[in-house]
């Protein structure tokens, strides 16, 4: 059975740090890129990184120098460390898992963000 669960959310100050952690199971988490999206009320959802099995990344240009994702794939678990965080980064973040050239393609149930003072 495949699972993606995420944690690490919560609340946090403007300017404050934030961990996500996702942890995978039910697949080959190597054949997969990972990644982080992020729905806001009233707003489209964006894809916020991704990251493949040997390291290469791509990032929202509005979260570039401030979130990091990497993966741990002896543990099946990506991560996003989220720096200098802003209240437009208030969101439901959801991992997400894909693997390129099928139609695989899994979702956690999202882990709540909010950025206020």
């Known amino acids: 059975q495949v699972q993606l669960v995420e944690s690490g959310g919560g609340l946090v100050q403007p300017g404050g740090p934030l961990r996500l952690s996702c942890a995978a199971s039910?697949?080959?988490?190597?054949?997969?890129?990972m990644g982080w999206y992020r729905q806001a009320p009233r707003k489209e959802g964006e894809l916020v990184a991704t990251i493949i099995s040997g390291g290469s990344t791509y990032y929202l240009d509005s979260v570039k120098g401030r979130f990091t994702i990497s993966r741990d794939n002896a543990k099946n678990t990506v991560y996003l460390q989220m720096n200098s965080l802003k209240p437009e980064d208030t969101a439901v973040y959801y991992c997400d898992g894909r693997q390129l050239g099928t139609y695989n393609n899994y979702w956690g149930r999202g882990t709540q963000v909010t950025v206020s003072s």
């Open positions: 039910g697949f080959t988490f190597d054949d997969y890129v």
